[in-house]
């Protein structure tokens, strides 16, 4: 996978990251630095926590047009948020999909710090059940700042249209 950390500030455009495992981020970990991933494809990747990315001390980044799929993990099967590190994730048109982790199948970790804006999270089970897309630790959510016109399958607990919708895509 790729390793982001001091401070990088690189743009990804057009890769696929396929098929790699790693304790943190088997597709990309990413640590103090501010990449921007942009039409782009993270698949097939496997680690402990966040199969497809995995955002750590003070990450700031912007994924736009991507898709985040068939990743694996125990917690953020497509993408983990630290927590506690102050990051600042932004998810525009994504569509996050397929992934699997017995929590958070599509995004795991501290919602404050993650805003997505016309995407699509959907179809990350958990051992057959549908309903595994967003989870986090504590009180951590979104907020109706943080996510507008996205797809949650089961909706979120703390937001309704037009800020997140249930509906097949």
Known sequence: GIFCDSSSSVTFR???VIGNWGQRGGG????????VIEASYIGGNRANNG???????ESSARIINSVISG??????????VGTGSFPDIHLI??????????SGGGLYGCQDFVTAHNCIIWGNPLNGSPFNEVSSPGASS??????????IRGGHQSLTAPFVFDADP
Do not use: H
Request: glycine residues 14%.
């Open 14 to 16: 057009n890769i696929a």
């Open 28 to 35: 990309m970990y990413v640590r103090s630095s501010d990449p």
């Open 51 to 57: 199969g497809g990315l995995y955002f750590g001390f």
């Open 71 to 80: 990743n694996e993990s125990l917690r953020g099967g497509g993408i983990f």
């Open 93 to 102: 048109n994504c569509t996050i999909a397929g992934n699997e982790a017995p």
């Open 142 to 151: 979104f907020t109706t700042e943080s996510v507008k016109n996205t797809l």
